[in-house]
């Protein structure tokens, strides 16, 4: 029973999505930190530290989508530690990913995770066609889940 659920859950999201999406990932896209420190001061609880440290890092990194693969470039920057300029180490990375489901809201795909094993899905929701927020909440425990939100928009 648990296969056939999942057999007809992915031909309809694959049917769904060879049909087209109405948004797409296709192109560059930036990091927008106005937006990003708007949202996240107006509606995350931030610790003064934790402030200064996504001012400083949100607005830097770019996602370039192909129609199969994600190119993410974060330069090497210096964020503020406990009131100290230091280094935050860049990265860039290339990862395929396969597209579960989209819609005039949202695209949802999964990739191998940034960091451990397996593959993790990630939501990306529009705002329009050239602006998307994915949340940076976490599930891992020795991280802090801060609700917040990081807006991109599309670099034409």
Known sequence: ?????ALVLTVVFSANYAQGCER????????????????NRANAKLQPKTDAFLAALLGH?????????LHEVMPDIEVPV????????GSDKRKSYNVLF??????????????????????FNFVDADT???????????????????YFRRVR
Not at 24 to 39: E, H, I, Q, R, Y
Not at 82 to 89: D, I, N, R, V
């Open 24 to 39: 797409d990932l296709l192109g560059t896209w930036k990091s927008d930190n106005v937006a990003s420190m708007s949202f």
């Open 61 to 69: 990194m770019t996602l370039t989508f192909t129609r199969n693969e």
């Open 132 to 150: 998307f927020w994915i949340y940076t909440g976490s599930t891992e425990p020795k991280l802090p889940d801060l609700h917040a939100r990081e």
């Open 82 to 89: 406990s009131g100290h300029p230091g280094p935050f180490a």
């Open 102 to 123: 989209c819609d005039a809201s949202m695209i949802v795909w999964s990739a191998k995770r940034s960091f451990g094993e397996g593959e993790e899905a990630t939501t």
């Open 1 to 5: 029973m648990k296969v056939a659920l």
